[in-house]
T-cell receptor, first 115, second 115 residues
């Protein structure tokens, strides 16, 4: 399967704990995005990587959030000192830069529940 | 401030008839528009897209229409099938300072196709 994969699919944690999610994009895709989706809303942009460089971050991404893409392949998203408001579906998407108008392909998401 | 709006939370149609899903946007900098389909517990699946230089794009049973002057787009599904039942998200993008093509999503429309 050559689609975007995410791990874990589900994560339940207690408030104050740290969590880390992993995303493996489609292999030749150089662009990688993280989004967050809460109930009844569409996905909201969190951050963007081109290869290993993090080029854009949303204001939604507080200091407790950090994302990396160390070798320009897989990416991790870490949330420190989780809060109940962090409960959401975290989605990763990737695309190939062919110039303008590049479709993004999404992974299945990681559902985070903070108790 | 919702830059992409899907004003119908739900739509129900009979199998074989046309489904029309609507989307409005406010940001005139958007120049690329996409429709995604989402089943529960899965990530969004790319369906069809259109750039601002076109007013129509067709792919099999799916056609997207763009009216730039009205800042409105619509997705037509003909004929509708029960397997089309899902949540449909409209998304828009425009090149940002960081060079990303981050997507701005609407809240989605839940389509139910009745046999």
């Amino acid at each position: 399967d050559t689609g975007v994969s995410q791990d874990p699919r589900h994560k339940i944690t207690k408030r104050g704990q740290n969590v880390t999610f992993r995303c493996d994009p489609i292999s030749e895709h150089n662009r990688l995005y993280w989004y967050r989706q809460t109930l009844g809303q569409g996905p909201e942009f969190l951050t963007y990587f081109q290869n290993e460089a993090q080029l854009e971050k949303s204001r939604l991404l507080s200091d407790r959030f950090s994302a990396e893409r160390p070798k320009g392949s897989f990416s991790t998203l870490e949330i420190q000192r989780t809060e109940q408001g962090d409960s959401a579906m975290y989605l990763c998407a990737s695309s190939l830069d062919r110039g303008f108008y590049n479709e993004q392909f999404f992974g299945p998401g990681t559902r985070l529940t903070v108790l | 401030d919702q830059q992409v709006k899907q004003n119908s939370p739900s739509l129900s149609v009979q199998e074989g008839r046309i489904s029309i899903l609507n989307c409005d946007y406010t940001n005139s900098m958007f120049d690329y528009f996409l429709w995604y389909k989402k089943y529960p517990a899965e990530g969004p699946t790319f369906l069809i897209s259109i750039s601002s230089i076109k007013d129509k794009n067709e792919d099999g049973r799916f056609t997207v229409f763009l009216n730039k002057s009205a800042k409105h787009l619509s997705l037509h599904i003909v004929p509708s099938q029960p397997g089309d039942s899902a949540v449909y998200f409209c998304a828009a993008s425009g090149l940002t300072q960081g060079g990303s093509e981050k997507l701005v999503f609407g809240k989605g429309t839940k389509l139910t196709v009745n046999p």
